[in-house]
């Protein structure tokens, strides 16, 4: 673990990766000798094309006028004044095109395979959000795209299978193991290795190998940049806290990078408490897990006493992974991000809160958000800011939520 640093090296601090991409202890890269040599050449490929201005044009023009960018720091006032603490503003990564934070990292990373002359891509799917998303920015730049997505999850999200063959992509079943995300994630490794020369892996969050948890932070960082903006047009000063779920942890670190060094900013992360995390049913490895390696990299992990990767609860798909970003690892041990829980329920009663309150559906991963924000809101003063990360729209949820409330749509 790494230790806790005082508030003057924490406005200091640097918050790159070393060469070989740790953040402190964590991170890394665990991998066969095979998949070295493609994370070698990847790496030389991004910091080169990470400055180059016309990788950095293409991507700032796809921002604006493919995804929608900037989206608002909307006033969410009738939710403040209901919860009668802070104000509370929503960053609207649900206007997105395709309706969550996604995009801006599968955008980044296809233009990427694009300027590497890479003409196929791949990508493993849970849900079906970071596939649908990698099928989108596939078709819109002419790029061959093949999905994994576990056999099981294939049956379960239909209409997200269907969506990417609508977009061109095809989506092969992985029918080995649990039948799930993990299963597919390990298929696509296979695909990438075999294939190196033709295809580019887009990972979907901040996890994984080094360098991709740098490189989809960096894709995200949009996010926190436009709230430093939008903040000082809003109310002349920053936020006093950044609020967002953490699943794998992209969309958190998207908003939190920007603000890193300003350390009067709380920074908060949400993970899923599930059916509460004194059961075995979550998904809330910062908060009850311990140190190890998943996917690639080293990182706070669920395991059990025989270092099994344990089974995973959560209402929400996105949020419902043992593992998490090593960045975070990191920010939660030297103490510049604190990192908390939120229950299904807890969750369901905000998204129902918000949808009636503010005319916003949230998706149910951003709900776990909105949960702690309002807790976090009534504890503080009206003349202060907290900034909670809107990361996707409710639309794909609604069937879920009516299921558990015995409605039949
Ligand atoms: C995928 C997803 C998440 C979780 O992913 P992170 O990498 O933790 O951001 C959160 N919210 C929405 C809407 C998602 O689709």
Redesign the pocket.
């Known amino acids: 673990m790494a230790q806790a640093l005082s508030e003057s090296e924490l406005r200091n601090m640097v918050y790159e990766p070393d060469a070989r991409g740790h953040f402190g202890p964590y991170g890394g890269r665990y991998v066969s000798e095979t998949l070295m040599a493609a994370l070698a050449e990847l790496d030389r490929s991004y910091q080169s094309l990470k400055n180059d201005p016309a990788f950095q044009q293409e991507f700032d023009a796809d921002l604006s006028s493919f995804v929608g960018r900037p989206s608002p720091l909307y006033h969410a006032k009738r939710w403040s004044d209901a919860i009668g603490g802070a104000q509370i503003y929503f960053k609207r990564e649900d206007l997105n095109h395709t309706g ?3 995009v801006n990292n599968t955008i980044g990373q296809a233009l990427l395979a694009k300027y590497s002359g890479k003409p196929r891509v791949i990508a493993e799917t849970g849900a079906g ?2 596939g649908v998303a990698t099928a989108t920015v596939a078709a819109r730049l002419g790029l061959e795209c093949v999905v994994y997505m576990g056999a099981d999850d294939v049956e379960r999200q239909s209409p997200n299978v269907y969506r990417m063959k609508l977009l061109g992509a095809t989506v092969v079943p992985v029918t080995s193991g649990s039948r799930t995300l993990k299963d597919a994630l390990s298929e696509a490794m296979r695909d990438w290795v075999t294939n190196v020369e033709s295809t580019f892996y887009i990972i ?3 996890a994984g190998p080094a360098p991709y948890p740098q490189i989809v932070r960096d894709f995200n960082a949009v996010v926190g940049r436009e709230v430093r903006w939008q903040s000082q047009d809003l109310f002349g000063r920053f936020p006093d806290a950044l609020v967002a ?8 670190l998207g908003l939190f990078y920007p603000f890193l060094n300003d350390t009067e900013v709380a920074l908060i992360g949400v993970e899923a408490a599930g059916r509460g995390l004194s059961t075995t049913e979550h998904a809330a490895p910062l908060s009850v897990g311990r140190p190890g390696v998943l996917h690639g990299a080293k990182t706070y992990i669920m395991d059990n006493a025989d270092g099994q990767i344990s089974h995973t609860h959560s209402v929400s798909a ?2 419902d992974y043992p593992g998490v970003g090593p960045e975070h690892a990191f920010l939660k041990d030297i103490g510049r991000a604190q990192y908390v829980g939120a229950t299904d329920d807890e969750a369901l009663s905000a998204f129902h809160e918000v949808s009636e309150v503010e005319g916003i559906i949230p ?1 149910l ?2 709900a776990h958000a909105l949960a702690y924000t309002k807790t976090l809101a009534a504890s503080m003063r009206p003349d202060q800011v907290v900034v909670c990360n809107m ?2 729209r409710g639309d794909k949820d609604i069937f879920t939520v009516a299921k558990l409330e015995g409605i039949t749509l």
């Open positions: 969550a934070h996604k959000q970071h979907g969050t901040v779920c953490v699943g794998g942890g992209s969309n958190a996105g949020l998706a991963e951003t990361s996707g």
